[in-house]
């Protein structure tokens, strides 16, 4: 069965570095998302992404990030000057056609942790 | 804006005991409502959905009706085993992305 997976699993990095997630959605689909899950707290929606732009982003997604889909399989989260309170579960998400009504599957996660 | 509200963990079941997490639901429209799951460990993965009004979803014995009179979306099993154990968390799906609740752990014990 098709999947979303996730690389690193874990990332461990300093105050102020640039740090990338990685994503690859399942291969049909057209619809991209990153969320994150800070440790106790609920999962919160930060971009979504269709037709090599962004659709919709939130409050959370500010200048520091950005998101990317440099070829046809990888779809990237950009933290550039990470600060503690980015540690987070980051979780990337895929959907099929339409935005309004298509189940989004998920990935198992990239941990971050920023010291 | 649309939310989410899930009933507060955790919540300790003996094995084959019967488990209903509620789950209640603010939103403009009609909204999907889903139901993830996530294992010790894991990402999030989809257990089941509901897109219309009294539309039942299920998926390995777990059950969820979409009330649109009580905004609501309770999860249901009728006999929890100890691989059962995780969070599940509801969510919902309208003119916005994702809206999660803040989660349920469940722990199942022997």
């Known amino acids: 069965e098709p999947e979303v997976t996730q690389t690193p699993s874990h990332q461990v990095t300093q105050m102020g570095q640039e740090v990338i997630l990685r994503c690859v959605p399942i291969?049909?689909?057209?619809?991209f998302y990153w969320y994150r899950q800070i440790l106790g707290q609920k999962v919160e929606f930060l971009v979504s992404?269709?037709?090599?732009?962004?659709?919709?982003k939130s409050e959370i997604f500010d200048d520091q990030f950005s998101v990317e889909r440099p070829d046809g399989s990888n779809f990237t989260l950009k933290i550039r000057s990470t600060k503690l309170e980015d540690s987070a579960m980051y979780f990337c998400a895929s959907s099929g056609d339409s935005i309004q009504q298509e189940t989004q599957y998920f990935g198992p996660g990239t941990r971050l942790l920023v010291l | 804006g649309d939310s989410v509200t899930q009933m507060e963990g955790p919540v300790t079941l003996s094995e084959e005991a019967f488990l209903t997490i509620n789950c209640t639901y603010t939103a403009t429209g009609y909204p999907s409502l889903f139901w993830y799951v996530q294992y010790p460990g894991e990402g999030l993965q989809l257990l089941l959905k509901a897109t219309k009004a009294d539309d039942k979803g299920s998926n390995k014995g777990f059950e969820a009706t979409y009330r649109k009179e009580t905004t609501s979306f309770h999860l249901e099993k009728g006999s929890v085993q100890v691989s059962d154990s995780a969070v599940y968390f509801c969510?919902?799906?309208?003119?916005?992305?994702?809206?999660f609740g803040k989660g349920t752990r469940l722990s199942v014990i022997a």
């Open positions: 969510a919902l799906k309208g003119n916005t992305p994702l809206v």
């Open positions: 291969s049909n689909h057209l619809y």
């Open positions: 992404f269709y037709n090599n732009e962004i659709s919709e």
